[in-house]
Each structure stands twice: as structure tokens, then as C-alpha cells.
């Protein structure tokens, strides 16, 4: 098996379709699978892949547990607190079809946090 879950492509996919942003925390279980690196690293993974490509964020401490989620949820707040929606025009033919975005300001040490891909909704006809 490759580093990501096929079905991680899925939830990428559904969420940048519907424009929903996916947010994650990662805390591990307490039983013995929570213990192997490899598997923690292997969610921390696929949690980053769909956070990164909806436009979200992954919080994590290393594969230990964080001694509160008060920070991540202070940073989330003000990252939902400073959002914007942009539209995009264009023909998404029957089906409608996604497009690969970049975003750039002129203004200095401004990050956007935004999907790869944007969809098009199909044409209304």
C-alpha cells in the first residue's frame, strides 16, 4: 500500500466539489495500534493530504498526544474568522469539471489557505 488511502482521493475530491474546507486535530488512542509509528504517521499523512488540498489544516504534536487543543482551536477560530469567498466563471461543460487554482496577492507576507482545486459547476442548459 502507497503512503495515502485510496479513499482519501475520495474525500478530497467530494469536499473541493461541495467547497467545504476539512479541518483535523490528531490525538492517538490509548490502545496498542495508537503505539506503532508507522500507522501514526501513516494518518498524519492522509490527515494532512485532505486538510492541505480542501484549503484546511492539520494539527498535530509529533505522534504524542497535545496537552490541550486550546491552541489548534484558537488558531481555527481565527482562520474561520478570516474567510473569504471567491467565485469562479467558466463554461464545466455536462458534468461540470475542477481546475487547478493558485491565488497570489501583491501584498507582503500575506499566506492564503485555499484548495489546489476549484470546481466548476456544470453548465445550465
Do not use: C
Amino acid at each position: 500500500m502507497g503512503p495515502f488511502y485510496p479513499d482519501v482521493d475520495t474525500v478530497v475530491s467530494r469536499a473541493q466539489r461541495e467547497n467545504v474546507n476539512l479541518w483535523s486535530i490528531y490525538s492517538p488512542g490509548i490502545g496498542h495500534r495508537s503505539r506503532s509509528f508507522a500507522l501514526s504517521n501513516l494518518g498524519q499523512n492522509n490527515l494532512s493530504k485532505m486538510t492541505d488540498e480542501t484549503g484546511g489544516e492539520s494539527y498535530y504534536l509529533g505522534t504524542s498526544a497535545p496537552v490541550s487543543f486550546k491552541p489548534y482551536l484558537d488558531e481555527l477560530q481565527l482562520h474561520l474568522g478570516n474567510q473569504y469567498l471567491l467565485t469562479f466563471a467558466g463554461d464545466g461543460g455536462a458534468k461540470g469539471k475542477f481546475v487547478r487554482i493558485q491565488i497570489k496577492t501583491e501584498l507582503p507576507e500575506v499566506e492564503f489557505s485555499h484548495a489546489s482545486n476549484a470546481f466548476i459547476a456544470p453548465s445550465k442548459q
